[in-house]
């Protein structure tokens, strides 16, 4: 289907002339005034390709069509080229600054007009197309984030999903427990506390769904045991990255937990800089009728690599940000200088314990 073009001169030549360069693309209609154009607008907006506009003219000139034209919305779907015999910079900055895409000067050439116009046209279409295309992804994301919601609140109806869910708190104090117990016994021998702080993290009905989704598993309370190894979540923030090191190993010695996966982020960080120690261990729970092994994902940092990841977690989720690139390099540096100043400080409290010996 033609687009359809609307030319809007007061001088018939100029309107004859587009028309007869221009017809054989397209549908041209014309109006002879401001007044004129905007009632064909109305009347034929969405299949308009582009409008043609003269500046100077009777009744309503072209700075009061534009105006007109921005104030219903149809700038953003509708191309403007102002006809012109003027080149004066502050007439073409102010259309400019108005909304208007390009200029056709008189004389007319007729291969520069229809450049123009094609170039002009075409880059409206896939702008538009690709609005569109944003459009349907937003609703069809709406559509799946309600889907997620109700098949998540269902889950967290299922009174087996609540009891699954209390097995994996078990298992977080289980090894809140045992971190407490290494950090007594640490400080007594060192005389100082291996970790700053702990911090957990149960993941919620919405978090499971989505993951096991992601997976392509079907939500099963099976699945959840077998196929996630992070619902339960434990962080451990140490003063120093030997500490680290140490108080890990540490916790798979103890003869009933069983490490089943471990990912040393420090010694190899991913690409955007980011740096811990994850295992993934199995530790018992001991119910009222049965002992059981729970999966577990428990994280090693220095306060520093926390504060780092906090920051970096927040611009993940934040797709808006401005200059995204210019920060996810800027944190990358920062990783790589905050690597060097936990070693750093490091050997600064080695020197301290040697004197203090």
Not at 182 to 192: D, V
Not at 209 to 238: H, M
Not at 242 to 255: E, F, H, M, S, T
Request: glycine content about 2%.
């Amino acid at each position: 289907m033609r687009g359809r073009i609307l030319v809007v001169d007061d001088a018939e030549v100029n309107r004859e002339l587009l028309r007869a360069m221009l017809e054989d693309d397209y549908v041209v209609d014309t109006a002879q005034d401001g007044e004129e154009a905007i009632r064909k607008l109305w009347e034929y907006r969405e299949e308009t390709a582009a409008l043609l506009l003269d500046l100077q003219m009777p009744k309503m000139d072209g700075f009061a069509v534009i105006e007109e034209i921005r104030k219903n919305g149809w700038l953003q779907k509708i191309p403007v080229l102002i006809i012109s015999s003027e080149s004066a910079v502050d007439i073409e900055n102010r259309c400019f600054h108005m909304g208007v895409s390009d200029f056709i000067h008189k004389p007319f050439e007729a291969s520069i007009v229809k450049n123009r116009i094609r170039n002009t046209v075409e880059l409206f279409a896939c702008k538009n197309e690709l609005e569109r295309e944003v459009e349907r992804q937003t609703e069809a994301l709406r559509k799946q984030s309600r889907i997620i919601q109700i098949q998540a609140g269902q889950l967290q109806e299922a009174e087996a999903f609540h009891t699954l869910m209390m097995q994996y708190r078990c298992a977080i104090m289980e090894i809140e427990t045992k971190l407490k117990v290494l950090n007594e016994a640490f400080s007594r021998q060192y005389k100082r506390n291996p970790f700053e702080s702990i911090k957990s993290r149960l993941k919620t009905s919405e978090s499971i769904y989505e993951k096991l989704s992601r997976k392509g598993y079907p939500v099963t309370l099976e699945n959840i045991e077998e196929k996630l190894s992070d619902v339960a979540g434990i962080r451990v923030i140490c003063s120093f990255p030997d500490d680290i090191y140490r108080l890990a190993k540490l916790l798979i010695r103890q003869d009933d937990i069983i490490l089943l996966k471990e990912k040393d982020y420090i010694k190899n960080p991913k690409s955007n800089g980011y740096r811990s120690l994850h295992l993934i261990i199995s530790i018992p729970i001991f119910l009222s009728n049965e002992k059981k092994y729970m999966k577990a994902e428990v994280q090693f940092r220095t306060i520093a690599m926390d504060f780092w990841a906090s920051l970096e977690h927040k611009l993940k989720y934040k797709k808006s940000v401005d200059n995204a690139e210019e920060i996810v390099e800027q944190l990358r540096i920062c990783a790589d200088s905050i690597e060097v100043l936990d070693y750093q400080m490091q050997d600064i409290r080695d020197k301290i314990n040697e004197h203090i010996s």
